[in-house]
């Protein structure tokens, strides 16, 4: 039931790009992203709805298809303030259960 | 502006003494509140979320329980601790009003159990 994300980890040099995907077993109306920087809370970056819809938040983008029921995180030039694990979350449909991805830590080094 | 408060930051206690954490959100009525529990390196658990007053759902541990005694506040127990209990408790809220349920996270509380 949980979305699986992909990679679990990555390392990426400073300016690098990264694609994180997230997919689920069961139909998707939403999916929203989240940073965790090490010892403090997630923070939501945004939400995709259905229609392709993509997004943006700083240099970090994503794209949803719901079909496929999947959605991926672009991380272009990447940052060290990037550095984090991301977490996929969705709402089960007609409840307010919340379901998290299984997450993928993502390093950047200078 | 919305915010969400939890406390205490830091927790160390023995094994088989009680447990209370406290949640409270400001700035927003009636929202949908979750406690998640993550342990160190793994991912976001749901232990319990609550739609309203009095109104809890629970979806994994025995010894732990949550209440809600008013609209924003949300409290997590347990009565006697494990060493599994340890980790990292997160609250978080979600606007009723919106369908999506997005969360927005507090400060979270480190719990470690001796």
């Known amino acids: 039931q949980q979305p699986v994300q992909s990679p679990q980890a990555v390392i990426l040099r400073e300016g690098e790009d990264a694609v994180i995907n997230c997919s689920s077993s069961k139909a998707l109306y939403s999916v929203h992203w989240y940073r965790q920087k090490h010892g403090e809370a997630p923070v939501f970056l945004m939400i995709?709805?259905?229609?392709?819809e993509q997004k943006g938040h700083e240099k970090i983008s994503a794209s949803f298809n719901e079909k496929k029921q999947q959605s991926s995180l672009y991380l272009t030039a990447s940052q060290l303030s990037y550095s984090g694990t991301y977490f996929c979350g969705t709402v089960l449909s007609g409840t307010y259960k919340y379901i998290f991805g299984t997450g993928t830590r993502l390093k950047v080094l200078a | 502006s919305q915010t969400i408060h939890q406390w205490p930051a830091t927790l160390v206690q023995p094994v088989g003494s009680p447990l209370s954490l406290e949640c409270t959100v400001e700035?927003?009525?009636?929202?949908?509140l979750y406690w998640y529990r993550q342990a160190a390196g793994r991912g976001l658990q749901l232990l319990f979320y609550?739609?309203?007053?009095?109104?809890i759902s629970s979806e994994v541990p025995q010894n732990l329980s949550a209440s809600r005694p008013q609209d924003r506040q949300f409290i997590l127990s347990s009565k006697k601790l494990l060493l599994s209990d340890s980790g990292f408790y997160l609250c978080?809220?979600?606007?009723?009003?919106?369908?999506?349920?997005?969360?927005?996270f507090g400060p979270g509380t480190r719990l470690t159990v001796l």
């Open positions: 700035g927003t009525s009636n929202p949908n």
């Open positions: 978080a809220w979600s606007p009723r009003q919106r369908i999506y349920n997005e969360q927005f």
């Open positions: 995709l709805l259905k229609g392709g």
């Open positions: 609550s739609v309203g007053i009095g109104q």
